[in-house]
């Protein structure tokens, strides 16, 4: 298992106020998009590269010109905030959309949307969501590209808890996670603490009410859902 937490201060920086309860939606999406741009830089470090000849005003000369295919997959909903950065920094990548969401109770991931054809066409696939929190909503999509013919995959995301990487480098040990910022645990309603809320909703400015909001009415099979994965995924 490779996890790379961010150690670069922008990062750091943005995180803080990405984190912020006062940070409005326009804010917020703005700094998903920053974080995701240095994340993604990240991330890429290590895509290979093949020789080519081109020339210059001056003369001849090897440049080097990335070599995989790259694709990116964003999770419905929270991810799609992510994307647009991905694609500055790779103009040329395919985008695959996945659509999964949590069920609130039990917090296994639903598939909603799924429109990859039938064989893998990229080489390389970054599975772009900003949180990563049981692990379950990563760990489906990694199941989906594997069986797409994926070879190899990354995780991208804002902030993780220990035991979504737990069980993410568990199911998957070949998956590279990369992460703006390794949080403490999740609460009994499977939120990142301290994290951030709801990245979805922080986004795209759908707070539906108290009853929606992280830490509200602990449900019993919930919180064991979540005291499952603490001993499981036991640091
Ligand atoms: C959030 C988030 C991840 C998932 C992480 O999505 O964007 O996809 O939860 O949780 P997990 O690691 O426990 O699976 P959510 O289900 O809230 O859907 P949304 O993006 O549509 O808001
Ligand atoms: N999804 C979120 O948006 N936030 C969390 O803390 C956990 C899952």
């Not at 993604?40 to 093949?50: K, P, S, V």
């Not at 999964?100 to 917090?107: A, G, K, M, S, V």
């Not at 797409?148 to 993410?168: D, M």
């Amino acid at each position: 298992m490779t996890l790379h937490r961010s150690n670069h201060p922008l990062v750091a920086h943005k995180l803080g106020i990405l984190r912020d309860q006062t940070t409005e939606p326009k804010k917020f999406r703005e700094l998903v998009r920053e974080l995701t741009w240095l994340l993604g830089y990240e991330a890429m470090a290590n895509l290979t590269t093949r020789p080519e000849r081109i020339e210059t005003p001056l003369e001849p000369m090897t440049v080097a010109r990335l070599e995989p295919r790259v694709g990116l997959i964003p999770i419905l909903r929270a991810g799609l905030g992510m994307v647009d950065a991905m694609l500055e920094l790779l103009p040329s990548a395919e985008v695959w959309h996945i659509g999964l969401y949590r069920d609130e109770r039990t917090l296994k991931p639903v598939e909603y949307y799924n429109k990859l054809p039938d064989a893998a066409t990229v080489q390389v696939c970054l599975i772009l969501d900003p949180m990563l929190a049981t692990g379950g909503s990563s760990a489906a999509t990694v199941d989906i590209l594997k069986q797409w013919g994926a070879a190899r995959i990354k995780q991208v995301s804002l902030i993780a808890a220990p035991e979504g990487v737990g069980t993410l480098s568990t199911a998957h040990p070949d998956v590279d996670i990369h992460v703006g910022d390794l949080d403490s645990h999740l609460n009994e309603r499977g939120y990142i603490v301290p994290g951030l809320g709801d990245a979805g909703d922080r986004q795209f400015g759908t707070f539906a009410g108290p009853a929606s909001e992280p830490g509200h009415g602990p449900d019993d099979q919930t919180a064991e859902v979540v005291r499952r994965l603490q001993r499981d995924h036991a640091p």
